[in-house]
C-alpha cells in the first residue's frame, strides 16, 4: 500500500529551525513531482514548495523564498523541507504529496487538491514564543 509519511514537525519558536521529511513507503519517487502544502486553521490549504522528478526544478511560494529549502533523495525515497527563520503565520499542518511527472511550478500553483496521486497525513508545525 503506497503511503507518504511526514515527520518532522514540532514545536519552534520564531527565529527557529525544522526540518520536514516525507517518506515514501511503495512508492518510487523518482518518477514523481513532491510538494510540501500547508493548511492553517480556518485557510485553504496552499503550495508551499516542490519539486520536479525530472530536472529537480523546484518552486517555492512567494511567503517562504530564501527561507526553505526543499530537496529530494530518490534513493532513500524521501523528500525534505529545510524551514529557516519561521514566523508565526508558518504554523500549520505540514502535508506532502506526490504526482506523476510534473513541474514543480504546475504542481504547486495549478493543480488542485484533487489532482495529486497521494497524500501523507500531515505533520503539525507550531510557532510560538
Known amino acids: 500500500q503506497v503511503q507518504l509519511v511526514e515527520s518532522g514537525g514540532g514545536l519552534v519558536q520564531p527565529g527557529g529551525s525544522l526540518r520536514l521529511s516525507c517518506a515514501a513507503e511503495?512508492?518510487?519517487?523518482?518518477?514523481?513531482?513532491i510538494g510540501w502544502f500547508r493548511q492553517a486553521p480556518g485557510k485553504e490549504r496552499e503550495g508551499v514548495s516542490c519539486?520536479?522528478?525530472?530536472?529537480?526544478?523546484?518552486y517555492y511560494a512567494d511567503s517562504v523564498k530564501g527561507r526553505f529549502t526543499i530537496s529530494r533523495d530518490n534513493a532513500k525515497d524521501t523528500v525534505y523541507l529545510q524551514m529557516n527563520s519561521l514566523k508565526p503565520e508558518d504554523a500549520a499542518i505540514y502535508y506532502c504529496?506526490?504526482?506523476?511527472?510534473?513541474?514543480?511550478?504546475?504542481?504547486?500553483?495549478?493543480?488542485?487538491?484533487?489532482?495529486?496521486?497521494?497524500w501523507g497525513k500531515g505533520t503539525l508545525v507550531t510557532v510560538s514564543s
Open positions: 504529496a506526490a504526482v506523476w511527472h510534473t513541474a514543480a511550478q504546475t504542481m504547486c500553483a495549478q493543480l488542485h487538491n484533487n489532482e495529486m496521486d497521494y
Open positions: 511503495a512508492l518510487i519517487l523518482d518518477h514523481y513531482a
Open positions: 519539486i520536479s522528478s525530472s530536472d529537480r526544478s523546484t
